[in-house]
């Protein structure tokens, strides 16, 4: 029987999640429903059920929503095409783009505009890594492992900086870049590294806690990249690893003779299913569940400013 939980901590929404989310509940109060979003406003099934259930319609392209709707896109971010259709449409669109990713938009923008060719590192089709292309697709070329750095050549004299994906491993990420600055070495860096502040503790605080546990269950869906990630720093310290959705993709032959079990969330993960996995367990005899090291996150972000006006306009005239 599992005699003890270990939740990490930190876990679970981030700030960026939790101004998507915010701004698709925010928009439907004020618009009423349908509101559409374009693709999952963050990668959980969970969160993406709960808002269709409040009237939120999810497309996969914007030229799928009707002309002059509103709709908002998701913290993933967009490519200008994207901005551009919208705009053909008269949507009333809505940007809840985190503002980090906004910003590794902003860096590949600046360095093509200065003539530089962008080395991207990320994850081919993740959403993040194709609106961040589409700001200069002519500039950005994709690296995704030490195998793509060590292959890459260009002419003679040409200029070379690198962004990231904002959900990457660090550990693997920083891999990646040492072999891009073994191979390029006047390869210029951003000022501050473009993986996020979540993942980058979400990382930290499972690898803290790995020598007390034998198993760790991470609740998150499949398309997200920063669970997934948290999955593979247990296995690469030799830990066993689940990513599950919810307490009801849980194998009971995970837990057998497994005394204590760590659990963690993606930062796209609401606390509502840590507290179904806990209740899972408290069911089956487990009585002990406790946060391991407890470290605050105090990051905020605003809502989009067009929502911002908006909801300030419709107090302005109550």
């Keep these: 029987m599992v005699r003890k939980v270990l939740l990490a901590s930190p876990r679970g929404y981030c700030a960026g999640v939790e101004r998507a989310v915010d ?61 551009a259709n919208a705009a053909a449409r008269q ?12 910003k590794v938009h902003v860096q590949a923008r600046r360095y093509a505009a200065s003539g530089y060719t962008v080395l991207l590192i990320g994850h081919e089709g993740h959403e993040e890594v194709v609106g961040t292309m589409g700001e200069a697709p002519d ?9 793509d750095a060590q292959a890459l050549s260009f002419p003679e004299g040409t200029r070379l900086a690198y962004v990231t994906q904002t959900t990457l491993s660090v550990a693997e990420t920083g891999e990646i870049i040492t ?16 993986i996020c502040y979540a993942t980058s503790n979400r990382q930290w605080a499972v690898k ?18 920063n669970s997934n ?23 009971e032959a995970w837990v057998e003779g497994v005394e204590v079990v760590g659990v963690t969330s993606g930062a796209s993960a609401p606390e509502k299913l840590v507290d179904r996995v806990c209740d899972w367990f408290r069911a089956r005899g487990t009585t002990e569940i406790e946060p391991y090291r ?11 400013v067009e929502l911002r006006r908006e909801l300030a306009l419709a107090d302005a005239q109550r």
């Excluded at 470290?295 to 989009?304: A, K, Q, T």
């Design 23 to 83: 701004t698709v509940e925010k928009a439907l109060e004020l618009y009423g429903p349908p509101v559409y979003v374009r693709k999952q406003i963050v990668h959980n099934l969970h969160v993406v059920r709960d808002l269709e259930a409040r009237g939120a319609v999810f497309v996969d392209e914007e030229t799928e929503v009707p002309e002059g709707a509103t709709v908002v896109f998701s913290a993933h971010g967009v490519a200008p095409s994207v901005h």
């Design 91 to 102: 949507l009333n669109t809505i940007d809840a783009t985190c503002p980090l990713v906004t």
């Design 139 to 147: 500039s950005i070329v994709l690296v995704e492992s030490i195998a």
């Design 179 to 194: 072999a891009l600055r073994r191979r390029f070495p006047d390869i210029h860096a951003p000022k501050k590294e473009d």
């Design 208 to 225: 803290e806690m790995l020598g007390e546990i034998q198993l760790l269950l991470v609740i998150g869906s499949r398309n997200s990249s």
């Design 229 to 251: 990630r948290l999955v593979e720093v247990a296995r690469a310290n030799g830990v066993a690893s689940h990513l599950i959705d919810d307490e009801t993709e849980i194998d």
């Design 294 to 304: 407890l470290v605050d996150e105090d990051v905020e972000f605003r809502l989009p």
